[in-house]
């Protein structure tokens, strides 16, 4: 059996999104920047997707702005943002210790090259930023609020809508890195006061290198990519017409089917979850309680085995034909386990022993039950041979 | 990140050779902290008279890497007298593995350094001298 449980990495592009997309390689082909007629196809094309991306969010088309990826869309609206508002001696970013390396790095950057002071706010130990914490963090030099809309590794939806309203009342911009969040919740960007968003269509079963930034009317961060004068003249490079077609219509597909698999997903979310509480001693799970289920992403599983690492539960569940992912250091390049688990309070060797599983349209009943059947054994097996188990049982 | 594991460590770690604990063991080592995510614990069963390994076990905390670096190197040392295994290096067993990618060589150090440390408590228990251990780099 071929299980593909790690959705938030990345999804197939759907073959609708697919066959939407192939007039625009080898047929019309033109560049929407040129004259002539033949290029008036490829320009309504990109205008089409993004009125079909604009609806989804309750956004104007005008303010969607279509990028190589989420993780552009978040360097633009960070650096962007920033380095405008230098101009107005403006030099605070608030942030989370849990964000994705997408903004981390960029606010590491912009620390280091342009003098930008980061506050990193902590979160509690199932995810959750508090909105008491970002109003205390506001000074009179804060340029910016970034929040993720979901957490990537544990799934925790944070308080938008209320960040939204503080930011509005305290006049400070507010975005939101929405890259997973996009693909599995009904966004407003108007009633939640979002001020900018980041979204990647390959989350939502759409192609790989394309993303998007809304921008709210009004706002003129600088630009990121610099050259011609596409997107309004606010972000250069020949459009990836194919890509942001496939984008516009991943998009629609989405928004129409959102609620119907929301319940599908979050229903077989919580049998796996419930199942592997119940067959796995000692299974801790990470992120919101199962209890909170409206506060976790619909497709979000999360787990840390006491005892066990979590590259050896990868590839003994990839010998199974499941396909997971983990937050050990063991399959990144550093030593470090995730920041994420560590800012939730983990401990090393929990967040070493850390388990995903992200539900997606791949996913069958079938595989929920077989996941169950196989993992127990796969941790018990696992958990015999490790001092750290050994140790874990003693201290008890 | 995809780690390319060659057949030999992906042997060793889905079939682990010499796993478990020797209630008896003549010598005890452990490696590794739970911080850095690898923990490698070794028994020895060793022969006064002649100095030979007759028995080895291990119990380890840690990705695969680290659970092949332990089954070959406990192979490596079982049947050989301590001062073979003293001269075990953490590259004869990556080597014995066909090689480790490079951000995971310091698994096998850990073997080497749960070997030494095993070897040591068994020439501690025995009125021998302890050998001084070589700290790597990871």
């Not at chain 1, 967040?351 to 196989?374: K, N």
């Amino acid at each position: 059996m071929f299980v593909y449980m790690d959705h938030t990495a990345t999804t197939p592009t759907s073959p609708e999104v697919l066959k939407a997309m192939m007039p625009y390689f080898s047929e019309n082909f033109g560049n929407p920047s040129s004259v002539y007629s033949f290029s008036r196809k490829s320009r309504a094309a990109i205008e089409k997707a993004r009125g079909q991306v604009a609806a989804a969010l309750n956004a104007d088309p005008s303010e969607i702005f279509f990028t190589g990826s989420g993780t552009e869309a978040d360097n633009w609206a960070l650096k962007g943002t920033l380095e405008k508002a230098k101009i107005a001696g403006k030099n605070h970013l608030i942030t989370t210790q849990i964000e994705h390396h997408a903004i981390l790095h960029t606010a590491e950057y912009l620390k280091k090259v342009e003098g930008v002071e980061v506050t990193y706010l902590p979160v509690d130990a199932e995810g959750f930023v508090s909105v008491e914490d970002v109003k205390n963090a506001i000074t009179d030099k804060t340029a910016l609020v970034s929040i993720m809309f979901a957490n990537n590794e544990v799934g925790t939806i944070e308080p938008v809508a209320e960040i939204g309203a503080l930011c509005r009342e305290k006049k400070i911009p507010f975005h939101t890195d929405a890259v997973q969040a996009a693909a599995h919740l009904d966004i407003d960007v108007k009633a939640m006061n979002i001020d900018m968003l980041s979204m990647s269509a390959h989350k939502m079963y759409g192609p790989k290198g394309v993303g998007a930034l809304y921008l709210r009317k009004g706002l003129r961060p600088e630009n990121f990519v610099h050259g011609g004068a596409q997107e309004k003249g606010r972000r250069a490079s020949t459009e990836n017409i194919a890509g942001i077609v496939g984008f516009g219509e991943a998009m629609e597909i989405f928004k129409s089917r959102l609620e119907e698999d929301k319940k599908i997903n979050s229903a077989r979310r919580d049998k796996l979850i419930a199942g592997l509480l119940q067959k796995i001693p000692h299974a801790k799970l990470n992120g919101p309680e199962l209890s909170k289920g409206d506060k976790r992403l619909p497709n979000n599983i999360n787990f840390s085995f006491i005892g066990v690492e979590g590259e050896t539960l990868l590839l003994d569940l990839d010998a199974k034909g499941i396909s997971a992912s983990t937050g050990s250091a063991c399959s990144s390049e550093s030593l470090d386990p995730s920041h994420v688990l560590l800012a939730l309070g983990l401990k090393h060797e929990m967040a070493h022993g850390s388990l995903r599983f992200t539900l997606g349209r791949l996913t069958t009943d079938e595989q929920i039950d077989y996941v169950l059947e196989v993992l127990p054994e796969i941790v018990a097996r696992r958990r015999e041979m490790s001092p750290l188990w050994e140790e874990y049982l003693k201290s008890r | 990140m995809a780690l390319d594991y060659s057949q030999k460590v992906m042997d060793h770690f889905i079939n682990p050779r010499n796993v478990g604990e020797i209630p008896d063991a003549d010598g005890i080592g452990e490696a590794g902290n739970p911080k850095c995510g690898d923990i490698m614990k070794i028994y020895l069963k060793v022969n006064p008279d002649t100095n030979i390994i007759e028995d080895v076990k291990f119990k380890t905390f840690g990705c695969a890497s680290a659970i092949a670096s332990s089954s070959m190197a406990t192979e490596l040392i079982k049947g050989r007298t301590i001062e073979d295994a003293w001269n075990l290096t953490n590259s004869a067993v990556a080597e014995a593995l066909d090689g480790l990618p490079p951000i995971k060589m310091h698994c096998s150090v850990l073997a080497e350094e749960a070997i030494h440390t095993a070897l040591n408590d068994y020439r501690q228990k025995h009125g021998m001298k302890t050998i001084p251990m070589e700290h790597h780099e990871e």
